[in-house]
T-cell receptor, first 114, second 111 residues
């Protein structure tokens, strides 16, 4: 079956602009996660959704970052007033129902802020 | 929160030899430890995982061991092949239910 997909695969933007990154989880997976991966580092947790609600958003670095999952499937990560330090690969993962289940990752969106 | 340390950061082994990557964690409540393989420009892919109620798990050439007392776990790859070359990440799920990843090990298999 289809895995986790993310769009766009690459996004180049200018400092100060707004960006939206989209994640389509595996069908039927109720848990969805966003991570950020900087060069040479492991994925860093940002936010976890269980269904439509954010169960844990403690990893969001500041209030410029926001994520939604209005229908419990597709999720959008939104970054306002982008800064050069936001440049990274943003990874989405989904699992069947709980953090204890295997997390399957999408291919990521490479965000570059000029 | 959880803190995961991973060593070594780079590892080169001759094809056919074994590779071992080690991780330590800080949260004694951690109970789930996956290992992911990430090839250049690709997504992380789960290769094996272990839960805290077992000490060892094996899947063909790959095995993971867990020592809960010492709070460390290791990945063992035997009979390495060129396609094993990648970056490997360990992770631990702590009491806060978040996955915390190590900083990765770049494994190079020398033909």
């Amino acid at each position: 079956g289809a895995g986790v997909s993310q769009t766009p695969s690459n996004k180049v933007t200018e400092k100060g602009k707004y960006v939206e990154l989209r994640c389509d989880p595996i069908s039927g997976h109720t848990a969805l996660y966003w991570y950020r991966q900087s060069l040479g580092q492991g994925p860093e947790f940002l936010i976890y959704f269980q269904g439509t609600g954010a169960a844990d958003d403690s990893g969001l670095p500041n209030d410029r970052f926001f994520a939604v999952r209005p229908e419990g499937s597709v999720s959008t990560l939104k970054i306002q007033r982008t800064e050069r330090g936001d440049s990274a690969v943003y990874l989405c993962a989904s699992s069947q129902s709980a953090p204890t289940d295997t997390q399957y990752f999408g291919p990521g969106t490479r965000l570059t802020v000029l | 929160g959880e803190n995961v340390e991973q060593h070594p950061s780079t590892l080169s082994v001759q094809e056919g030899d074994s590779a071992v990557i080690k991780c330590t964690y800080s949260d004694s409540a951690s109970n789930y430890f996956p290992w992911y393989k990430q090839e250049l420009g690709k997504r992380p892919q789960l290769i094996i995982d272990i839960r805290s109620n077992v000490g060892e798990k094996k899947d063909q050439r790959i095995a993971v061991t867990l020592n809960k007392t010492a709070k460390h776990f290791s990945l063992h790859i035997t009979e390495t092949q060129p396609e094993d070359s990648a970056v490997y990440f360990c992770a631990a799920r702590g009491g806060n239910e978040k996955l915390t990843f190590g900083t990765g090990t770049r494994l190079t298999i020398i033909p």
